[in-house]
Structures are given as C-alpha cells and as structure tokens.
C-alpha cells in the first residue's frame, strides 16, 4: 500500500465545529483510493487560535490514518512573530518525528510554509519521494501588510529570502495543485517546467452537494425556518472573526442600516479574535439588527444559508485571498454573494452575475451595496436560479477526484 504524508499545520481535524476542512477532505478521499495517510497537523489551531484537544486526535486514529500532532506555541495575531515562531516549532517538530514512520511515497505540502518549504524538499529527496505542492496562500506577499505603508514598495527586496525559498520550493515539485488561477500563474511564473507537471486547479474546500440537498431537506421538515420573520431580510457572514477580514467594517455599517432599513437584519458566525468586539458591539451599540450564532455545526449552518438573502464575502484591504472557500458553500446553496475581495473573484461574480462587490473597509460602501442588493426580489431570483446551475461544478466529489488522478500520476510517474 503506497503512503501519502501530508504537512498541513492549519487545516482542522475531524470533530472540530470550525476550520479549513480541506486536509480532512483530502485524507478521507485518498483513503477510499488505497493510500495509507500520515496527517501531520499543528499542536495550535490557527482558525480558531486555541490549542488542540489532543483526543480528537486519539479517537479518529484508523489502521490506514495517523494523525501527527505537532507541539506549536499560540498565537493571535495572523501577521507576528510568535505566528512566525509556531510555523519554525511546526518544521522541526516534523524534522525531529519523520524517522519514527514508513517512509512516504508522495509528500503533499501546503505551501508557501516558510520554514517547511525547503526542508520537504530535502525530506523529499531524502525518500526519493514525490513532491506535490498544494499552492493555497500568498505568501510572502501578504508579509508586506506588516510594513509602514511608506515601506510597502520594497516589501519584494524586504522579504526576498522567502520569495527565493518558495520559487526553489516550487522547480522542485514533482505535480501541482492551486485554489485559483491567479496562484497558479505565480507558480508558472516562478517555475515554467510546472506547466508540463501533473497540475490543476481544485477548489479544495468546495461542497459535498448530497449533504447540502439533505441540510434542504431537513429544513423543509423542520420547524427551524419558523424563526425568520417573512418580512426580513437576512444577511449572513459565517467565517474567521479575525483582522485580516473586515469584520470591523461589517459592524458599522450595521449601525448605518439600522436607521436606514429595518427589515434587514445581519447574523454573524464563527470564531477567532475579534469575537468579543462583535459581541461588544452588538451590546454597547444596542444593534437589534445583527446577532452573534456562535461557531455552528455544519449542518446547522447550512440552515440559516438556505434561509438567508445574501451571503458576505468580507475581507481587509490588501488581503491576498483570492477565491475565498465561503464562495462555494453560497453557490450550492443558492445565496447571492456581497464581496470585497478585487481580481478574480470579483470579475467572477459579475461575469456569472450572481453578486455585488464593495470597496473593502468602507462600511458606506457596503451599507449601500446591501440595500441595493435587497431592493430588487426579481434580481435576487434570477441570480439565485444562475447560482443553481454553478454548484454542481464545485461538488467536492467531483474536486477530490482530480485530486486522487494527480497524486496517482505523479507517484506513477517517479518509478
């Protein structure tokens, strides 16, 4: 049986109600398709910044899982050095665990990792193993928001050791995969030979469409929908409350439309630094038009996305995510989609004509963009019908599939 690790130190683990769930997906996929998988995950969830429960790791160990948990100190800030430290404790705590297991067949990296890059690429040859990059953030380009503005044009000279590490990281790999187009340009960019290397872009999170049409069903079932007054409209963001979101945004222009329009009303889910700030200033503001639901179940969750009006896409300036993994829960369930992000994403949504973007911390902008949004019920509708016919297209089946068809190409292809 050929064995797969996987270095992913943010993803979550299975049972956590919230994180990136796309190191589970993977696992589980590769799983059904015969591979042994060794996860090696961080000691600190960085979604929800608390340290991990390390039963959850005990009780999901299966004869062809194994779940490395690697001691990594907090941290709560996205861009600091303690963050900067927990991926440094992340690399060598791999370093000093990988002679206690099989050796691997392919190694799948979530890159860019700093410390990590490079020393997978020594590990890799060290086994005479592949090398599949999993290209899921801009790094070091997101460092540049650490700067004084008046330094931020030098941010590629400032942080040129790390942009030479990935692009070595990168003419290393033996296959490739990218969220988006935009991150996979850069890895052409950097590394042309990856062009004629296993790659492919895979919505890594996307939406497992039977669970969705089941959350439907439920609800149609229930009597959960009964909570919506029919004469609101709901708004919903559910994500990481955190600074690189524009969270802060989100609660000011809630201040702005509860004098402007009384029937939209704001629900808010998640976890992550700045809850207190939300849960403060729906108190101290008195905003009846917002609530705070909490970190959700998934299913839970879908719920109120198949009852919602309009789902945020909300994120600070300069932010280097370019199609967030919120997006594909909206598509399949049927939810016209609010965006501050520019580029791709946003050329998406107007291209398909399934939302509205505003300009990133201006709580008018998007005060005024959600108004608009809800002015107009058979716009709404045409787009909910345009967002019908796109979700199948992200169901996380057909993604992992893809998935499953590189990882077999590349270690076939280093025999």
């Not at 004084?148 to 590629?156: D, E, K, T, V, W």
């Not at 839970?300 to 909300?314: E, I, N, P, Q, V």
Request: with cysteine; aromatic share 12%; hydrophobic share 40%.
């Amino acid at each position: 049986m050929k064995i797969i690790w996987i270095f992913s130190s943010g993803d979550a683990l299975p049972e956590e109600k919230w994180g990136h769930t796309h190191g589970i997906y993977l696992t589980e996929n590769l799983i059904k398709n015969g591979y042994k998988v060794i996860y090696w995950v961080s000691s600190f969830s960085h979604v929800l910044k608390i340290q991990r429960d390390y039963k959850i790791v005990e009780d999901n160990q299966t004869e062809n899982l194994k779940i490395k948990i690697i001691k990594c100190r907090s941290y709560t800030g996205h861009i600091s050095l303690n963050r900067l430290l927990s991926a440094w404790d992340y690399a060598i705590g791999i370093f000093n665990n990988i002679k206690s297991e099989c050796k691997p067949d392919c190694i799948i990296l979530g890159v860019p990792h700093l410390f990590l890059d490079l020393l997978t690429v020594i590990i890799a040859k060290k086994y005479k193993a592949s090398l599949l990059l999993d290209f899921r953030d801009l790094w070091p380009e997101l460092f540049k928001l650490a700067l004084p503005r008046g330094l931020r044009f030098a941010s590629g000279v400032i942080f040129y050791p790390f942009y030479l590490m990935r692009k070595i990281t990168f003419l290393s790999a033996d296959g490739l995969t990218a969220v988006c187009n935009t991150y996979r340009d850069v890895a052409f960019k950097q590394a042309p030979k990856l062009r004629n290397k296993p790659n492919d872009i895979i919505y890594s999170t996307g939406v497992d469409i039977n669970k969705m049409r089941e959350s439907f069903e439920e609800l149609n079932q229930s009597k959960f929908q009964n909570q919506k007054n029919p004469e609101e409209y709901w708004v919903i963001y559910a994500g990481t409350l955190g600074d690189n979101y524009d969270i802060k945004t989100l609660i000011r222009a809630a201040e702005i439309l509860k004098y402007k329009n009384e029937k939209i009303k704001i629900l808010v889910a998640g976890d992550g630094p700045l809850k207190k700030y939300v849960t403060d200033a729906i108190a101290d503001r008195k905003l009846s038009n917002i609530e705070y639901l909490g970190a959700l179940d998934r299913n839970t969750l879908y719920k109120y996305y198949f009852m919602s009006d309009l789902g945020l896409s909300l994120y600070a300036r300069y932010s280097t995510v370019v199609i967030p993994a919120k997006a594909f829960d909206y598509f399949s369930t049927k939810l016209p989609i609010i965006n501050s992000l520019p580029g791709e994403f946003s050329e998406l949504l107007i291209e398909k004509g399934v939302g509205f973007n505003y300009d990133a911390e201006n709580p008018d902008s998007l005060a005024s963009v959600i108004a608009h949004a809800l002015s107009d019920n058979v716009r709404l509708k045409i787009m909910k019908d345009k967002l019908s016919t796109l979700s199948n297209i992200y169901d996380r089946q057909e993604q992992y599939t893809k998935y499953g068809k590189i990882v077999n190409s590349i270690i076939t292809s280093k025999k």
